[in-house]
């Protein structure tokens, strides 16, 4: 019978010492930094690293306490220009059984955990897809090119005033007409 390859990324929870620290420390290759950076839509990763300790919470939890470093390469939300961002970010999971993964139906609602670091816990713990989620929630929503700033478009018809910015903010028009009825005093 032949054993499946040991995958150091995957830390199988039966065989976790329940007594000391399980240190981790990865550094994805080349190769592994293409493909995160693919699957996150990323233009590159130039650095990644994960590493920390996963230690016994009780008889059946575990606490993931890690440090996430990266360099990446997103483009400008407004000039499309590459913008390279440092990430330093302490990531923190609670894996555990008792966590409610109930499946819901499509369109229910469901009510999110107070505890954003709570995890279900299975048969193993994935270091790589954790480190990779956490990344992924690391990364800047809008990244912007130093000094890019976006434009005002106003668009009307001949002869009228296009509205700007200062006419949409909720007490504009009350400022407008303050300042006709002073010219008429």
Do not use: H
């Not at 008889?59 to 890690?66: F, G, P, T």
């Not at 954790?130 to 005002?152: D, K, N, S, T």
């Amino acid at each position: 019978m032949t054993q499946r390859p040991q995958n150091p990324d995957i830390l199988r929870v039966a065989d976790l010492s329940q007594r000391r620290p399980v240190r981790f420390d990865l550094a994805p290759d080349a190769g592994a930094l293409a493909e995160i950076a693919a699957e996150l839509d990323l233009s590159g990763l130039r650095k990644l690293r994960f590493r920390g300790s996963l230690t016994a919470l009780g008889q059946s939890a575990w606490l993931l306490r890690a440090d996430l470093g990266a360099t990446v390469v997103q483009l400008c939300v407004i000039t499309l220009v590459p913008v390279t961002t440092r990430i330093d970010e302490p990531v923190i999971r609670r894996f555990s059984p008792e966590t409610d993964d109930r499946e819901s139906d499509p369109g229910e609602e469901i009510e999110m955990p107070d505890d954003d670091t709570l995890e279900p816990l299975g048969t193993e713990i994935d270091l790589r897809r954790v480190m990779i989620e956490a990344l992924a929630l690391a990364l800047p929503a809008y990244p912007r090119a130093e000094g890019a700033e976006l434009g005002q478009i106003s668009a009307a018809e001949e002869g009228v005033t296009p509205l700007s910015d200062e006419d949409t903010k909720p007490f504009a028009q009350l400022a407008a007409l303050r300042d006709k009825l002073q010219k008429y005093e």
